[in-house]
């Protein structure tokens, strides 16, 4: 007998982002890819769960956008890739966690994509405008926090 899908984001039982008063430790990883890749129509499918668990030495990737209404459960198109980094102290990953990339905030979590899992996460990231790794002139092994 199939079990029944009870994820209570996608129930719609749980409505808001647990993760906004929660205390959690600092997530910390590596650059291990920098690109250079921006797309106008990309529709990525944020999932609805705002948080995700990252394994120390996981790697997956960080996408930056510029869309306001970019959020759990919604449609992103503007998106520019950062690259990849690998994580080096795992955690949970929450919407509104500040990015941290060489030393620089460059933007907050809005958002998870899963077309490539179970390969790799893709990250979603508000920024001020749409950045790609190249524009931020990342340097591989540049340290990355994510935090509340």
Do not use: Q
Not at 64 to 86: L, Y
């Amino acid at each position: 007998m199939e079990k029944k899908r009870t994820d209570p984001y996608h129930t719609g039982i749980i409505k808001e982002n647990p993760y906004e008063k929660a205390k959690k430790r600092e997530v910390r990883g590596k650059i291990v890819v920098v690109l250079d890749l921006k797309l106008d129509k990309r529709g990525y499918k944020l999932i609805p769960t705002p948080s995700r668990v990252v394994l120390s030495r996981e790697i997956h990737e960080l996408i930056s956008t510029d869309e306001k209404k970019a959020t759990p459960g919604h449609e992103v198109n503007r998106m520019a890739v950062i690259g990849f980094a690998e994580f080096t102290r795992g955690g949970v990953l929450a919407v509104g966690d500040k990015v941290t990339i060489g030393g620089r905030e460059i933007g907050v979590v809005v958002g998870f994509d899963e077309t490539h899992a179970p390969n790799h996460l893709n990250i979603i990231i508000l920024t001020a405008k749409r950045v790609s790794g190249f524009d931020l002139c990342i340097e591989l092994e540049d340290d990355v926090t994510f935090s509340r």
